[in-house]
C-alpha cells in the first residue's frame, strides 16, 4: 500500500459517515499524494461514496467493519465485545503498517484504550496524551496536553507530556526553542499541588526543554507559552470551558444584532470580521487533537464534528505523517532518559 495512506473511521462520529465523506471530497483536492481508507460498514458506506462520485476515485477504498463503537460504550467493553470495529479496524490498520495515521471522531476513552493495546506506546513513554493547538493572540498557536486521556498523572507523566508537546512545537509549529508551561493555580513557586511541583523539578533539570515555569488559566491564549502542560481532568475542563465562553460572547452578540438600527448598520460593517476572531475559538477550526505518545500518528476529532472539522482533522494526521513525529518523539524521549540516568 502506498506510503501516505490515511484510516479514516467513518462510523466513530455522532453525525454519522456522511460527514467523514464531505470531508473526503475536500482532502482529496488537498492532498494529492495520499490515499484514503473509509472503515465502516460497506453497505451503509458504499451508497455515500457513490452520491459524492467517490467510488471509483482511485485513491479512496472501502475497508469493511461489522460493528462500531458507540459514545456510550466503556473502554474496556469496547475492547473485549467489538474487535471488529470500525476504529479497532482503522487502529490495526496504522499497527499493520498498511496505513500510517488513523483519524476518528469516536469515543475517546475507546479510542485511548484501543490505540494504547493496538499500537503500543514507544519506547520509554509512560503514557499517551491528547494533544491539541490553541490560538494565541500573536497570531499564532499554542498545544496543549493532556487534554482527557490521562485524568490522573504523576510527576514522570506530566514530565513526559513536557517533551512530548516541546517537540511537537518543533516539528509541527515550527518553533526552535518552544517555551513550556506547566498549568497551575498561581504564577508563584509556593502554589500548586505536590505533584506540580514535582514536575517543574523535574522540567527546571532537564537541558532538553526550554521551562520557563507556571501560567494560569487566564493565561491560557495570551502567547506566553508554546507548550502547556497539566493531567488531562484539568486541560479537558479548560478547553471546553473555553468553547463555551466563545459560544456564549458571540450568542450575546447576535441576540442584541437587531437592538436598535445603529446596531443592525455597525453589523453589516463588522459583524463578519468580528465573527471571524471568535471563530478562532471554534473546534470546527482546530479540531485534531493528537494522541501522542504512541507507535504511529492517531487524531482525535470532535465526536460532533462537522465537515470542515473533520477535515482539518485529516489535515492534522497529513501535517504529523509528513514530520514524522512519533520518530522524533521517540528520539528525543531516549536523549531525556540518557540524561536522567
Same mark, same amino acid.
Given at each position: 500500500?502506498?506510503?501516505?495512506?490515511?484510516?479514516?473511521?467513518?462510523?466513530?462520529?455522532?453525525?454519522?459517515?456522511?460527514?467523514?465523506?464531505?470531508?473526503?471530497?475536500?482532502?482529496?483536492?488537498?492532498?494529492?499524494?495520499?490515499?484514503?481508507?473509509?472503515?465502516?460498514?460497506?453497505?451503509?458506506?458504499?451508497?455515500?461514496?457513490?452520491?459524492?462520485?467517490?467510488?471509483?476515485?482511485?485513491?479512496?477504498?472501502?475497508?469493511?467493519?461489522?460493528?462500531?463503537?458507540?459514545?456510550?460504550?466503556?473502554?474496556?467493553?469496547?475492547?473485549?465485545?467489538?474487535?471488529?470495529?470500525?476504529? $479497532? *479496524? /482503522? +487502529?490495526?490498520?496504522?499497527?499493520?503498517? &498498511?496505513?500510517?495515521?488513523?483519524?476518528?471522531?469516536?469515543? %475517546?476513552? #475507546? @479510542?485511548?484504550?484501543?490505540?494504547?493495546?493496538?499500537?503500543?506506546?514507544?519506547?520509554?513513554?509512560?503514557?499517551?496524551?491528547?494533544?491539541?493547538?490553541?490560538?494565541?493572540?500573536?497570531?499564532?498557536?499554542?498545544?496543549?496536553?493532556?487534554?482527557?486521556?490521562?485524568?490522573?498523572?504523576?510527576?514522570?507523566?506530566?514530565?513526559?507530556?513536557?517533551?512530548?508537546?516541546?517537540?511537537?512545537?518543533?516539528?509541527?509549529?515550527?518553533?526552535?526553542?518552544? $517555551? *513550556? /508551561? +506547566?498549568?497551575?493555580?498561581?504564577?508563584? &513557586?509556593?502554589?500548586?499541588?505536590?505533584?506540580?511541583?514535582? %514536575?517543574? #523539578? @523535574?522540567?527546571?533539570?532537564?537541558?532538553?526543554?526550554?521551562?520557563?515555569?507556571?501560567?494560569?488559566?487566564?493565561?491560557?491564549?495570551?502567547?506566553?507559552?508554546?507548550?502547556?502542560?497539566?493531567?488531562?481532568?484539568?486541560?479537558?475542563?479548560?478547553?471546553?470551558?473555553?468553547?463555551?465562553?466563545?459560544?456564549?460572547?458571540?450568542?450575546?452578540?447576535?441576540?442584541?444584532?437587531?437592538?436598535?438600527?445603529?446596531?443592525?448598520?455597525?453589523?453589516?460593517?463588522?459583524?463578519?470580521?468580528?465573527?471571524?476572531?471568535?471563530?478562532?475559538?471554534?473546534?470546527?477550526?482546530?479540531?485534531?487533537?493528537?494522541?501522542?505518545?504512541?507507535?504511529?500518528?492517531?487524531?482525535?476529532?470532535?465526536?460532533?464534528?462537522?465537515?470542515?472539522?473533520?477535515?482539518?482533522?485529516?489535515?492534522?494526521?497529513?501535517?504529523?505523517?509528513?514530520?514524522?513525529?512519533?520518530?522524533?518523539?521517540?528520539?528525543?524521549?531516549?536523549?531525556?532518559?540518557?540524561?536522567?540516568?
Amino acid at each position: 500500500m502506498a506510503a501516505l495512506t490515511l484510516a479514516l473511521d467513518a462510523m466513530g462520529g455522532d453525525l454519522g459517515p456522511s460527514v467523514v465523506i464531505n470531508a473526503l471530497e475536500r482532502a482529496l483536492k488537498s492532498f494529492p499524494q495520499v490515499h484514503f481508507v473509509v472503515v465502516g460498514d460497506e453497505e451503509e458506506l458504499t451508497p455515500l461514496l457513490q452520491q459524492a462520485k467517490l467510488n471509483k476515485h482511485p485513491r479512496v477504498e472501502i475497508k469493511h467493519a461489522s460493528q462500531t463503537v458507540t459514545m456510550t460504550d466503556k473502554p474496556g467493553y469496547s475492547l473485549r465485545a467489538k474487535p471488529d470495529s470500525s476504529m $479497532r *479496524v /482503522a +487502529l490495526e490498520m496504522v499497527a499493520a503498517d &498498511e496505513a500510517v495515521a488513523c483519524v476518528s471522531a469516536g469515543n %475517546t476513552g #475507546a @479510542l485511548m484504550t484501543k490505540a494504547y493495546f493496538t499500537l503500543k506506546t514507544l519506547p520509554g513513554v509512560l503514557r499517551p496524551a491528547l494533544m491539541s493547538a490553541i490560538p494565541q493572540q500573536n497570531g499564532g498557536s499554542a498545544f496543549v496536553l493532556d487534554l482527557g486521556a490521562n485524568p490522573v498523572c504523576d510527576s514522570d507523566t506530566l514530565f513526559q507530556f513536557g517533551v512530548m508537546g516541546s517537540v511537537a512545537a518543533q516539528e509541527v509549529l515550527g518553533i526552535a526553542k518552544p $517555551r *513550556v /508551561a +506547566l498549568l497551575n493555580m498561581g504564577e508563584e &513557586e509556593i502554589k500548586g499541588n505536590d505533584v506540580v511541583k514535582a %514536575t517543574a #523539578a @523535574l522540567l527546571q533539570q532537564s537541558q532538553h526543554i526550554n521551562y520557563i515555569g507556571f501560567i494560569e488559566g487566564d493565561d491560557l491564549f495570551s502567547g506566553k507559552a508554546d507548550v502547556i502542560v497539566c493531567d488531562g481532568f484539568v486541560g479537558n475542563i479548560a478547553l471546553k470551558s473555553c468553547e463555551g465562553l466563545a459560544d456564549l460572547l458571540l450568542n450575546n452578540i447576535k441576540s442584541n444584532i437587531h437592538a436598535h438600527w445603529l446596531t443592525r448598520w455597525f453589523v453589516k460593517l463588522f459583524y463578519q470580521r468580528l465573527q471571524r476572531s471568535w471563530d478562532w475559538l471554534k473546534p470546527d477550526h482546530y479540531n485534531g487533537a493528537s494522541l501522542i505518545g504512541l507507535r504511529g500518528v492517531v487524531i482525535k476529532s470532535h465526536g460532533d464534528a462537522n465537515a470542515r472539522a473533520f477535515y482539518s482533522a485529516i489535515e492534522q494526521a497529513v501535517e504529523e505523517t509528513q514530520r514524522d513525529l512519533p520518530t522524533r518523539i521517540r528520539d528525543r524521549v531516549e536523549q531525556v532518559l540518557l540524561e536522567q540516568e
